[in-house]
């Protein structure tokens, strides 16, 4: 499915389905059209990436791989402790997680396929049923296993941005030129406003669509 073309060409959301019906929940006008990413929760899903391994980076790649970490971090708080989930801790990760999946599907493939000569990195498929997977996970009320999900996903999608011969590494080479000012163009992009959670058994189900297109499913245990 080229799903990069087919969405643009025709003006659609280029996400997959659970995620368009996350969009329009969370107020279009103002959010982008496309779901994030981050890294999991505990130790087992912290980002590879960190310290003195991000110096010889690009821009690019130090950029997203800094919110990977920044992320990983916000998920970790806001997993149950003595059965209590941070919410607080996840509304920041829901947001955050949410605008790193727009920097990525609407400056960051883009950019790629544009450096492609209109041909999507071969990856891109993937990333965005990941991303509409994380997406349809963020709307409803967080549970241990939505939260084990979560952090499940962004151990295996992380990797194959941040990790060697990732996808951030062959955009930061096909866009090195203009790496700094794709950052900037990336921090500027409006913040995501959040709907409220949204609970019941048509939205579990429609979450679990969204994970099987990704090739996932719901953890039994948080
Ligand atoms: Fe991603
Ligand atoms: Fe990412």
């Known amino acids: 499915m080229e799903a990069t073309e087919e969405g643009e060409s025709h003006g ?29 929760g505990g130790p087992e899903c912290q980002s590879k990436i960190s310290g003195d391994n991000l110096l010889d980076r690009g821009p690019l790649f130090r950029f997203l791989a800094d919110d990977h970490v920044r992320l990983g971090r916000l998920l970790e708080k806001a997993l149950p402790r003595l059965g209590k989930t941070n919410y607080g801790a996840y509304a920041e990760f829901r947001a955050g997680l949410l605008k790193h999946i727009a920097m990525e599907e609407k400056v960051l493939l883009p950019v790629a396929r544009r450096r492609r000569g209109g041909e999507p990195l071969p990856i891109s498929d993937k990333l965005r049923h990941d991303h509409g997977a994380l997406a349809a996970l963020l709307v409803p009320t967080p549970t241990p296993e939505i939260l084990a999900t979560i952090r499940a ?40 406003k959040l709907a409220p959670h949204v609970d019941g058994p048509q939205v579990m189900e429609a979450t679990r669509r969204a994970l099987e297109r990704a090739g996932y499913r719901l953890e039994e245990h948080g």
């Open 153 to 192: 996903i962004l151990n295996d999608h992380n990797e194959v941005e941040d990790g060697p011969d990732g996808v951030y590494e062959v955009c930061e080479r096909l866009a090195a030129d203009e790496a700094e000012s794709l950052v900037t163009e990336m921090r500027n992009l409006p913040d995501v």
């Open 12 to 40: 659609r959301s280029p996400l997959p389905g659970a995620f368009s019906r996350l969009e329009q929940r969370w107020e279009p006008e103002s959010a982008p059209d496309t779901a994030i990413l981050v890294n999991g």
